[in-house]
């Protein structure tokens, strides 16, 4: 049975995006057949993240009743994608209560749809959260981040959207000096992310350097550093979500 994943956050800057494309990638060599869903219509950035130029078909021409489906998807970096589409136009043409069908005729097709949520709330994030069998969310572990995701709980709750659990992104131990400076209370602790969120931390992806340099050569970390702390990570996260799916 096909799973639909969305990645989700209250605020953006976490790494939501980067989370999403690796985690596609991940459950892709796990023999789990998957696509990954840039469903953030007005700053979507996945297309430009793998490196793919030439786009003529995207989710904007689906969701304006133009366009095939097969056309808007494109195999790049060990993964298949539905972009966004890049232009204001697009954007403004889009019906996001449309998005329900595409997702549902990816779910004949492949075991896992991984969708990229625009951050916050709108109405353009609401339509991948109600799509979704089961959502992940995606913080940072600073207060700002837990907290703008935390105000999101009361809509997860009316749309009965069901949240799977937390991703803490860039996770990052203070040295010992900053310790002593009082640093520590800058970083949240996991089980004050979890009450916060109520919801159990079901990856933690270290702060890791080759994160940065593998979305400048426009490649998913898994396949630019596979050993590198945080694509150990992140499989290890796409592992889990094979085990409880």
Do not use: W
């Amino acid at each position: 049975m096909s799973k639909v994943y969305t990645i989700a956050s209250g605020k953006g800057g976490v790494g939501k995006t980067t989370i999403a494309t690796n985690l596609a990638v991940s459950l892709n060599r796990m023999r789990k057949k998957t696509v990954v869903v840039d469903a953030d219509m007005a700053m979507g950035g996945i297309a430009t993240v793998l490196g793919l130029d030439e786009t003529p078909v995207t989710l904007h021409e689906l969701l304006a009743g133009k366009g095939s489906l097969e056309k808007a998807i494109y195999s790049t970096r060990g993964v298949d994608v539905l972009p966004s589409g890049p232009t204001v136009a697009g954007f403004l043409k889009a019906d996001p209560k449309k998005l329900k069908g595409v997702v549902d005729k990816l779910t004949k097709t492949y075991d896992c749809v991984i969708i990229d949520s625009p951050p916050g709330l709108s109405k353009y994030s609401l339509a991948p959260l109600k799509n979704a069998d089961e959502v992940l969310l995606v913080v940072t572990p600073d207060f700002p981040a837990v907290q703008a995701t935390a105000k999101l709980l009361s809509v997860f709750a009316a749309i009965k959207a069901n949240v799977r659990g937390v991703v803490v992104n860039r996770f990052k131990k203070p040295s010992f000096f900053a310790r002593l400076a009082g640093a520590k209370e800058l970083v949240m602790r996991n089980e004050d992310i979890e009450r916060r969120l109520r919801a159990k931390i079901l990856g933690i992806i270290p702060e890791d350097p080759t994160v940065i340099e593998s979305i400048a050569v426009k490649k998913p970390v898994v396949v630019y550093r596979p050993k590198s702390p945080a694509s150990k990570a992140i499989s290890a996260l796409a592992r889990k979500l094979i085990r409880v799916s």
